[in-house]
């Protein structure tokens, strides 16, 4: 059974740097079928894919346009884990974050999620 | 807005059937495969359907998903107080590199 750990600070300041780690228990952060992704959700932007790193050979990263500039997936296949980082965040940042496994079968399929980590952006 | 549209609210009974339509472009939904998600109250999302039509193991199959052109829809059958929740369609948008959500629909069972 694929579980997904999040850990990481619930309150950031603005222009500072948000951080939130998913550690992976039953699969593998290298795994060659599968990406791990992370998706955050607000009231005003609803679901939004944020990018998603996996391996096939060689690490791959992809990143969605609107936070391309200041986002950053790493994953740390030493703990078996991946992590968010996003810069220059404003109270638009305040959201429910999300990691999700993605099976990369086909169409992207989110079949295992973190708990969910709230981050509020305020001073 | 979501790329994807989906109307904010159905409702029915108990018992009774319900469809969630989710609508895209040629860009998304028909460019790619299509799947679901249920969001109760304070959970993360819960993959229903992948693939357009397929279900995870223990989805009952009260739970249908089909596509057609740029529109996908959710069908749910046998409607009970349980299945009060969001639910959200999302694929893979090739003009934005980027997998896209919609809106989300809450369900109400009557």
């Known amino acids: 059974q694929v579980q997904l750990q999040q850990s990481g600070p619930g309150l950031v300041k603005p222009s500072q740097t948000l951080s939130v780690t998913c550690a992976i228990s039953g699969d593998s952060v290298s795994s060659n079928s599968a990406a791990w992704n992370w998706i955050r959700q607000s009231p005003s932007r609803g679901l939004e894919w944020l990018g998603r790193?996996?391996?096939?050979?060689?690490?791959?990263?992809g990143y969605a346009v609107s936070v391309k500039s200041r986002i950053t997936i790493n994953p740390d296949p030493s703990k078996n884990q991946f992590s968010l980082q996003l810069n220059s965040v404003t109270p638009e940042d305040t959201a429910v974050y999300y990691c999700?496994?993605?099976?990369?079968?086909?169409?992207?399929?989110?079949?295992?999620w973190g708990q969910g980590t709230l981050v509020t952006v305020s001073s | 807005q979501s790329v994807l549209t989906q109307p904010p609210s159905v409702s029915a009974a108990p018992g009774q059937k319900v469809t969630i339509s989710c609508s895209g472009s040629?860009?998304?939904?028909?460019?790619?495969?299509v799947s679901w998600y249920q969001q109760l109250p304070g959970t993360a999302p819960k993959l229903l359907i992948y693939d357009n039509h397929k279900r995870p193991s223990g989805i009952p199959d009260r739970f249908s998903g089909s596509k057609s052109g740029t529109s996908a829809t959710l069908g749910i059958t046998g409607l009970q107080t349980g299945d009060e929740a969001d639910y959200y369609c999302?694929?893979?948008?090739?003009?934005?590199?980027?997998?896209?959500f919609g809106g989300g629909t809450k369900l109400t069972v009557l």
């Open positions: 040629s860009s998304n939904i028909g460019n790619d495969y």
């Open positions: 999700a496994r993605d099976t990369a079968a086909a169409g992207p399929d989110f079949d295992y």
């Open positions: 999302g694929t893979w948008d090739s003009s934005l590199s980027a997998v896209v």
């Open positions: 790193t996996y391996y096939r050979s060689k690490w791959y990263n």
